[in-house]
């Protein structure tokens, strides 16, 4: 099991302002074991507008839920606080953030998760089986290609509850907060190939929410259009 920890540098403070002390390049996974997050979702309060940022913030609603137990939750926030590097804007437009927009971006050696608060966690490039992990916001990303977790792994258990064939897939991530799980899936949006297309299409840089799985094996899958 690979122990990163990590500090943001960027993140706002509870009183407004921004955590200036630090590696400007550090990353989750980098030699320093520290990690550089951006965090517009620091910004929760205002009445609509934070005083100390000018920012638009409109606190969570919920749209949909859906009792269960795996439940279907569709809920959203809205905040207008911008950082020199965002996350990608998600499926409802510039500001506002989903829990289905987390978003992981492949790079050549280096992974970024955005996820559903606007902010951007730096991993290393994982190769199948491996995991990085964030002590700041208490995180797992584990990479397929592997049937078991070493034995001391804290999420040897919650692995074996995945399917097969997703614990062997190289292409897919995975991640969790919890030893107790659930996982969020991320993968890619299954395209229906064109009628003169020989060879299947390369795999998109980068991963989507596709689904949950929680520590029962329970599964939940999420089907967007392209």
């Known amino acids: 099991m690979s122990g990163k920890p990590a500090a943001r540098q960027g993140d706002m403070t509870q009183y407004g302002g921004s955590i200036v002390q630090g590696s400007a390049g550090v990353r989750i996974g980098a030699p320093t074991g ?13 009445h609509p507008v934070n005083p100390l940022l000018g920012a638009k913030v409109l606190p969570g609603e919920t749209d949909l839920a859906l009792p269960g137990p795996l439940p279907f939750i569709l809920s959203r926030t809205y905040s207008s606080y911008r950082t020199k590097t ?8 510039p500001g506002w953030k989903m829990p289905a927009d987390i978003r992981l971006q ?29 002590r700041s916001e208490s995180l797992w990303l584990v990479r397929g290609g592997v049937l078991k977790l070493d034995e001391g792994h804290r999420l040897a258990a919650l692995w074996q509850a995945l399917p097969e064939e997703l614990r062997l897939s190289p292409h897919r991530y995975l991640a969790t907060n919890s030893p107790q799980g659930p996982w969020w899936l991320l993968g890619w949006c299954e395209r229906v190939p064109e009628a003169d297309e020989v060879l299947p299409a390369p795999l998109p840089p980068y991963r989507v929410l596709t689904g949950l799985v929680d520590r029962f094996g329970r599964t939940q899958s999420f089907h967007r259009e392209a």
């Open 86 to 93: 965002p996350a990608p804007v998600g499926s409802l437009g």
């Open 106 to 134: 492949l790079r050549d050696n280096t992974l970024i998760l955005s996820d559903n608060g606007g902010r951007s966690l730096y991993f290393e490039h994982l190769f199948p089986g491996e995991d990085g992990y964030s």
């Open 34 to 46: 520290v990690a550089c997050s951006v965090c517009p979702g620091g910004v929760t309060s205002g």
